[in-house]
Nanobody, 121 residues
Framework: QVLLVESGGGLVQAGGSLRLSCAAS????????MGWYRQAPGKQRELVAT???????NYADAVKGRFTISRDSAKKMIYLQMNSLKPEDTAVYYCNADIRPVATWRDMHYWGKGTLVTVSS
């Protein structure tokens, strides 16, 4: 069984910062791309940032220059440092990963349960 667990969400004022963490656990053979997505109330889930196992990074235009994704492969974790937060960043943030479990032959797509980030104006 493979699990992704997010932490670090909360309430912050506009202009503030938060750091999200995501830990992968379970019977994992390898992890490929990991990333963060978010879903605001009444909107579709959208990409925030992704990072591959060779540290190639992609950001959504809305967060470029404010958010930084990083990865600790040894700990099977990724992080999202969010600075200069805006009310429109309010959403549930989900961790996502392409993981090959032990004794399987292909990557499978996993999601965490999400962590709520609320930015007040």
């Amino acid at each position: 069984q493979v699990l992704l667990v997010e932490s670090g969400g909360g309430l912050v004022q506009a202009g503030g910062s938060l750091r999200l963490s995501c830990a992968a656990s379970g019977t994992i053979f390898s992890i490929n791309t990991m990333g963060w997505y978010r879903q605001a109330p009444g909107k579709q889930r959208e990409l925030v940032a992704t990072i591959t196992n060779s540290d190639s990074i992609n950001y959504a235009d809305a967060v470029k220059g404010r958010f930084t994704i990083s990865r600790d492969s040894a700990k099977k974790m990724i992080y999202l440092q969010m600075n200069s937060l805006k009310p429109e960043d309010t959403a549930v943030y989900y961790c996502n990963a392409d993981i090959r479990p032990v004794a399987t032959w292909r990557d499978m797509h996993y999601w965490g349960k999400g962590t709520l980030v609320t930015v007040s104006s």
